[in-house]
């Protein structure tokens, strides 16, 4: 079975810019959660969506929206991009539930110029 | 919110060591998990460890949910060892918070 899955892999900006980053879940998952990673720290919350409705959004700027869709699929998008935007973002899925084991994607490595 | 504290930092042990790193969280617990960040990024799943012992191969990790921490056992390290260390909890709300890491260097 495939994992999680994220596109593109890379991917460099200017400031300004927006950008869409995407998101399969594993088959069967209902969650998807948001994560931006900067250099040497901790992934940091930014969303989760259940079943196609917001369900928790961690402490980023209106910029940063996100969806997702009847397939589960899911898409990060921030618009304005600054420069400390450049981070690593983290796709992770689950079957739902708090108890439930988060499985994380390979990420999208997004550098903002 | 919830606190995550990883200690220690930075470990840099020899291959075929062994070595303890520790999670402590400052509230209740609905869901612990210890990953490990390979060098492109990528975080593989390790543990779901709310409460109680499981062991996996040479890793092995306890959590004492009462006394609000969790402990990550490598033994018999190897270079492929190498990389960050997270722990991570859900709480009452629905945002998994993570921890600093511990970055593990195994020399050979």
């Known amino acids: 079975d495939a994992g999680v899955t994220q596109s593109p892999t890379h991917l460099i900006k200017t400031r300004g810019q927006h950008v869409t980053l995407r998101c399969s879940p594993i088959?069967?998952?209902?969650?998807v959660s948001w994560y931006q990673q900067v250099l040497g720290q901790g992934p940091q919350f930014i969303f989760q969506y259940y079943e196609k409705e917001e369900r928790g959004r961690g402490n980023f700027p209106d910029r940063f929206s996100a969806r997702q869709f009847p397939n589960y699929s899911s898409e990060l998008n921030v618009n304005a991009l600054l420069l400390g935007d450049s981070a690593l973002y983290l796709c992770?899925?689950?079957?739902?539930?708090?108890?439930?084991?988060?499985?994380f994607g390979p990420g999208t490595r997004l550098t903002v110029l | 919110g919830i606190q995550v504290e990883q200690s220690p930092p930075d470990l840099i042990l020899q291959e075929g060591a062994n070595s303890t790193l520790r999670c402590n969280f400052s509230?209740?617990?609905?869901?612990l998990q210890w990953f490990h960040q390979n060098p492109w990024g990528q975080l593989i799943n390790l543990f779901y460890i709310p409460s109680g012992t499981k062991q996996n191969g040479r890793l092995s990790a306890t959590t004492v949910a009462t006394e609000r921490y969790s402990l990550l056992y490598i033994s018999s390290s190897q270079t492929t060892d190498s990389g960050v260390y997270f722990c991570a909890v859900v709480a009452n709300n629905n945002d998994m918070r993570f921890g600093a890491g511990t970055r593990l260097t195994v020399k050979p």
């Open positions: 509230d209740s617990v609905n869901n």
């Open positions: 992770a899925s689950g079957a739902g539930g708090r108890r439930d084991t988060q499985y």
């Open positions: 088959s069967g998952h209902k969650s």
